[in-house]
């Protein structure tokens, strides 16, 4: 079974690309994390000193878009392991029948289609790191599997007996809501201790306006290179890059300067108008947008009913997206999934 869903990005000195690549991820280890707040500096002195412990377990805690893996790779290249192995997966993106094979590997013959062996992540990640993005959509039944592989540092492959010695430091990653999955107990609690030794809180962009300029000029540096043609945010543009509440965080800011750069192809100066954002800004009070209600007779209404329409109607904001609407709901996949109102449209696309 080839696997199609998780990076890896073995680096070692065995060939000239490779070492090359090795050589610049290192040396730019954390200088791609852009911004002079406060709350970004403490989370980058937090994982470069974590970096130097070269197996212990790691948490990154931070909304969709704050740099999650930017951080998990700093770490990875700022320590001794820089030459071994940085293996990523995401958790939410991967079917849980695969994803037990992915992570753990499998035997010749294990199932169907099991034509021959095939190492796990765990394996592969080597001397390195293996990340786990996305570690709180991780399936109830594979949750004791990683628990144990964490704590005696071995492995069995599906369908197989031998146990596995593995030499990687895990880093996993999870947004804001990963103590309320635990409280619910969609997580396991010893788990979720096990993970979090050294835990690093990303901050998000709303948080960081001091960040803001810089990063949005960076971006556009990055943008103007490409295409050869110096440009510079007016005043206006400025101001409504301060004023978003940026929801999707770096990652959204990144792409609104990539598209107004397109927009603003035949002038030097992006205005307001070319970011396209205004129209986004969040809102709250009683004329927010909603996609639905859900009303309760006099009669009352039985509570299975009601979480039925809530994740129809958040399945329905986010367009099919099961990943987004699970967030929204501050639950997990799994649960989002019992929860579904029979023959709901399903949707495998991810935005993470």
Known sequence: MPSTFATRSAVTNADGGSAARFATERAFAFRNVIG???SIRDAVKLATRVAAARRTTVLLI???????ELFARGIHYSSEAAADPFVAINCAAIPENLLESELFGHERG?????DARKQGLLELAAAGTLFLDEVHHLPPALQPKLLRALESRQVRRLGGFEEIAINCRIIAAAGPLLEQVVATG??????YYRLNVF?????????RLEDIDVIARHFLAQETREH???KAFSPDAIAALRVHRWP??????????ERAAILSAETPVIRAEHLMIQRRVMRSGPNEESVGEIRIPPGGKLLAEIEREAVALTLKLTNGNQAAAARLLGISRPTLAKK???????????HS
């Not at 931070?62 to 999650?68: A, D, F, P, V, Y």
């Not at 835990?199 to 948080?207: E, N």
């Not at 999707?248 to 300067?257: W, Y």
């Open 248 to 257: 999707g965080n770096v990652r959204e800011l990144k792409n609104v300067i």
């Open 36 to 38: 002079t707040s406060s």
């Open 340 to 350: 579904m109102p029979p023959r709901t449209p399903r949707s495998d696309s991810e």
């Open 186 to 191: 969609e997580f396991r609690e010893d788990l």
């Open 199 to 207: 835990s690093i809180v990303l901050p998000p962009l709303r948080d």
């Open 228 to 230: 050869q043609q110096p």
């Open 62 to 68: 931070g909304e969709t878009g704050t740099g999650k």
């Open 110 to 114: 294990a199932f169907t289609g099991a």
